[in-house]
């Protein structure tokens, strides 16, 4: 029998094989991606004197962050909430961000 973690990102990952984005775990900084994947994590943090919403989203090959400066919640977007999001990554602390994506609630 599988661990648990190992059948969860089994079943993130057949959940967007039929959806045209990025698997996370192949994300390129400095490169347009379109990545889907479920909101493992949210926190509120201060950014240049305004509030930030982080985001952390898996599909079971990696997860990726994504922060929108101004906020502080956006309806929709929460624990466990699918979505796709889609910008140009960057490297920060050694993990790549997303800043401020487009992004579609599914």
């Not at 959806?19 to 379109?34: F, K, L, N, Q, Y």
């Amino acid at each position: 029998s599988k661990p648990i973690h190992e059948l969860h990102n089994e079943r993130l990952q057949d959940r967007y094989s039929d959806v045209d984005v990025t698997p996370i775990g192949r994300m390129e900084a400095r490169v347009r991606s379109r990545v889907g994947g479920e909101v493992s994590r949210m926190r509120l943090t201060p950014r240049s004197g305004g509030p930030a919403l982080q985001i952390s989203i898996s599909d079971g090959t990696g997860h990726v962050n994504a922060i929108f400066t101004g906020r502080r919640s956006i309806p929709g977007i929460e624990f466990g909430r699918h979505l796709i999001l889609e910008g140009v990554a960057h490297e920060h602390d050694g993990e790549l961000v997303l800043l401020n994506p487009a992004y579609t609630l599914i």
